[in-house]
Each structure stands twice: as C-alpha cells, then as structure tokens.
C-alpha cells in the first residue's frame, strides 16, 4: 500500500496541530516550477486566532525541518485557516456553521440555501429564509440529501439577538 506525500505529511503533522487545540483540516503540496508551497489548514470550534496560528507553524516548520518529510530543495510554508465561504465535509463543519447561512446542493437535484439552526447524528434542521415577504420556514435535511455545502458570506445580516435585547 503505498502513502501519498500529503498522507505521510498528515501523520506527521497532525499530532502537533491537535497538540496546539487545533484540527488539521487540509494540506496541500504544490509545486510551480522549481518552487514548493506546502499549505497548511487548520481550524478549531472557536476559530483560530493570529497568535495561534503563529504558534501552530512554527511548531510545524520546525517539525519539517528536523525531518525529511519535505526532502531537498526550498519550500515555503504556509499556515493558515479556512476562508469565509469554506465547504462543509465533516460532521464538525456543520456544528461550527450553526447559524451561518449555507447554499447546499442537493442529491434529489436543485440548491437549497437555507440557515442551520441545529446539527445533531442524522442531519440538521434549517432555515429556509422567506423571500418578497414571506415568512422563513423550517426544514429537515439528512446527511444523505446533501451533496455539497457551503456556508455563504452575509454582509447586511441583522443579528436578531441584539435585537431581542434592545
């Protein structure tokens, strides 16, 4: 059986993320000409701040560095987390995209975009938001119905609990 470069740096790497309370959620190797770039995903349910991030990749270069996992030649390291309107893949995606809104493709066909309110074993329960007036209704989507997911960036959200409190 053999192990690809990002499986063998996975195993490598990933018991010194989840050290620092973080998850290794991507690696990625590419080479552009002579130049290698080894990007490094990570992430946590309360997110990962700029401190932690620099304390994950040094703790990663230096790793790198005392082993041959990168073999010869430069390379840069970049450490980082997922963007804004990242994929959900894994169960722990859609627990930290409660109350983010998702566009969600679904297996019967079509899209869904919709709010997720609850995640439990099975699926989550959303919100589908009312359009020209009409109120938001509610729905039940099971692992199994999604396809691919994506939480989506909202610029003019009103954050209803604040509003609640006023």
Do not use: C, W
Not at 25 to 50: F, H, M, N, Q, Y
Not at 66 to 88: C, H, I, K, S, W
Not at 109 to 115: D, T, Y
Request: charged share 35%; aromatic share 4%.
């Amino acid at each position: 059986m053999s192990t690809t470069q990002s499986e063998r740096l996975r195993e490598l790497l990933e018991p010194l993320v989840t050290s620092q309370g973080l998850d290794l959620e991507e690696i990625e190797l590419d080479s552009v000409g002579r130049k290698r770039v080894l990007r490094v995903v990570v992430d946590s349910d309360t997110g990962a701040d700029l401190d932690q991030i620099a304390d994950v990749s040094r703790a990663l270069s230096a790793k790198l560095d005392e082993t041959d996992a990168m073999g010869e030649g430069e390379y840069t390291l970049e450490v980082g987390t997922p963007g804004a309107e990242r994929p959900l893949t894994e169960h722990r995606h859609y627990v930290r995209a409660t109350d983010r809104l998702v566009k969600f493709q679904l297996a019967e066909g079509g899209e869904l975009v919709a709010r997720i309110l609850k995640v439990d074993d099975e699926g989550l329960d959303t919100e589908v938001p009312g359009v020209k007036g009409r109120k938001a209704t509610a729905r039940r989507l099971a692992f199994d119905d999604i396809v691919r997911a994506r939480v989506q960036v909202e610029f003019s959200r009103k954050d209803n609990k604040k509003e609640e409190e006023a």
